[in-house]
């Protein structure tokens, strides 16, 4: 059993940061990619950045030179900062991670639970 736990989402105002945190705990081998995808409201669920366990990375043109993903592969945390965040941001964020499992070495697509951020002055 495996899971992912994000952290670090709130309210901030337009302009303002935060920074997100997903934790993955469990059996785990390894941890291949990971990223952040984000769903608004009436919206299908979009990519925001993934990250390969060698530290490559993908943004979504509309976060890019705004949004920072990092991981620390030690700890099996992967994080988002957020800058300069605009009203259009605003929806729940949903950490990713393709997981190798300790003794079956399967790889599952895991999902955390999400965590909302709202941009709003």
């Known amino acids: 059993q495996v899971q992912l736990v994000e952290s670090g989402g709130g309210l901030v105002q337009p302009g303002g940061s935060l920074r997100l945190s997903c934790a993955a705990s469990?059996?785990?081998?390894?941890?291949?990619?990971m990223g952040w995808y984000r769903q608004a409201p009436g919206k299908e669920r979009e990519l925001v950045a993934t990250?390969?366990?060698?530290?490559?990375?993908n943004y979504a043109d509309s976060v890019k030179d705004r949004f920072t993903i990092s991981r620390d592969n030690a700890r099996n945390t992967v994080y988002l900062r957020m800058n300069s965040l605009k009203p259009e941001d605003t929806a729940v964020y949903y950490c990713?991670?393709?997981?190798?499992?300790?003794?079956?070495?399967?790889?599952?697509?895991?999902w955390g639970q999400g965590t909302q951020v709202t941009v709003s002055s």
């Open positions: 990250i390969t366990s060698g530290g490559s990375t």
């Open positions: 469990g059996s785990i081998f390894s941890i291949n990619a």
């Open positions: 990713n991670a393709e997981i190798v499992h300790r003794l079956s070495r399967f790889r599952t697509n895991t």
